[in-house]
């Protein structure tokens, strides 16, 4: 059974930062790529980045330079490291794991909330 579980959400002030993590069982984590996506209220789910299991990153446009995903091949768990918050960053983040060949193994985690407001 697949289960990608998420942690570290919270409330932040502007500028501050947090760190999400997300730890996955029930798959070969070298064969999946690991994202973060979000969903603020009212608005469809986005892609925040993308991490392959060489190390490869994408950025979404809006988070380069202030957010960083990172992976533990040990923990088999990914990270995202958020700083200098901004309220638009404020959203449910869920992790996604993504087979590099079988694009039908797609695994959610259940999210965390993330928000930012002073």
């Known amino acids: 059974q697949v289960q990608l579980v998420e942690s570290g959400g919270g409330l932040v002030q502007p500028g501050g930062s947090l760190r999400l993590s997300c730890a996955a069982s029930?798959?070969?984590?070298?064969?999946?790529?690991m994202g973060w996506y979000r969903q603020a209220p009212g608005k469809q789910r986005e892609l925040v980045n993308t991490i392959t299991s060489s190390g490869s990153t994408y950025y979404a446009g809006s988070v380069k330079g202030r957010f960083t995903i990172s992976r533990d091949s040990a923990k088999n768990t990914v990270y995202l490291q958020m700083n200098s918050l901004k309220p638009e960053d404020t959203a449910v983040y869920y992790c996604n794991a993504r087979h590099v060949r079988i694009p039908t193994r797609d695994y959610w985690g259940q999210g965390t909330q993330v928000t930012v407001s002073s």
């Open positions: 029930g798959i070969i984590f070298s064969m999946y790529t």
